[in-house]
């Protein structure tokens, strides 16, 4: 088996250069993470422009807070990802709460110009897709919908009308399959 | 329970961020009583980071420029005072052993176990101790001067050891404590 390219073992100290205010640490932090930052800030928010603003956000608050990461808590890209994610979350609820008209996002099509600017993570790519396969329809859909679009879990329950408690469980089951299949270490 | 098993199936929802934020305070709270759904969350973190892993994309080029002047406007924040996390989490391991049943009794078979080897390596000091002191007596009887020399080495012995506990250690953490030193007012961003 292949190590992971894209998890190179010295992110953790690097971070740990950055908590001590090294920019040149920071630009090498930022080479291997604003890819998987801007891409997924992207998939759930789809907007270029605004994608790029919470992308840089998350990117500075990772300068901002580097100090903060506990390796005893999970991996640097995890960490940084977390942030990320949860980040381009906030930024859609908080447009939900001001106006409801989010309805045409919930097709998850896939933007065609994203082609264009994928970057070379393609053996993860390859590896997702094919753990991906190996889910029940309704954990892929779950997952899908919740991660890449940034739905909260009653809203994925509503779209697949299914009840409350059996989408809980199928993230969970799903996750934990994908987590066996791509056999990630923690 | 019922409402146990609901958190813990959380878990997805709760690393994949599908939760709402009272959902996520409720969950976090639960997490420091629960160490089996911390260690899921912390796996599911990792496998939700290789999704957003696999959908990487080139951002603008501008990007990199824009966020890397912004470090330079930018402070950052001070580490978590280095005691306090260890603390809390020594206190939490306390409370987790203290609330599972289970564990207790691991600890109370772990000190059985340990009390029996004590008692084991007390007898075999006895043993020993014993041994050295037919041994002594035999070497007092081969050589006269012997015993005497012992007896100077275990004065010497005795003052160097009352040395020791007079001195007082030194403080090994206070280069580390040194070094992880920062500017203290800093408080204000949060």
Known sequence: ?186 | MAIRDDLHVLTGSYALDAVSDTEREEFERHLHHCPTCEAEVRGLRETAARLALACALTPPARMEQQVLAATYRTRQLPPLPADRPRRERRRVQAGRILRCPHRLAVLAAAASVAAAVALGITQLSVQHQLDQARATAIARVVTARRPRRDRADQRGRERHRRHLRRTPRRPWSAPAAWLNCRPAASTRCG
């Open chain 1, 1 to 186: 088996l292949q190590p992971e390219p894209a998890l190179p073992p010295d992110l953790a100290a690097l971070l740990g250069q950055v908590a001590r205010g090294d920019h040149r640490a920071f630009e090498l932090v930022y080479a291997e993470l604003s890819g998987a930052v801007y891409g997924v800030v992207r998939q759930v928010l789809r907007d270029p422009a605004q994608s790029e603003e919470v992308a840089q956000e998350v990117l500075l608050e990772i300068w901002r807070t580097a100090s903060r990461y506990d390796p005893d808590r999970g991996s640097p890209a995890a960490w940084a990802l977390t942030i990320a994610h949860r980040r381009a979350v906030d930024r859609v609820r908080a447009e939900n709460a001001c106006s409801r008209r989010e309805q045409k996002a919930a097709e998850p099509e896939p933007a065609e110009d994203d082609v264009a600017e994928t970057v070379a993570a393609t053996l993860e790519h390859q590896r997702v897709r094919r753990c991906m396969d190996g889910l029940t329809g309704l954990q892929r859909e779950s997952i899908k919908l919740a991660y890449y679009n940034g739905y909260s879990y009653p809203q994925v329950a509503q779209l697949l009308g299914v009840a409350l408690g059996t989408v809980k469980t199928r993230i969970r089951d799903g996750l934990i399959r994908m987590r066996d299949c791509m056999e990630v270490s923690w």
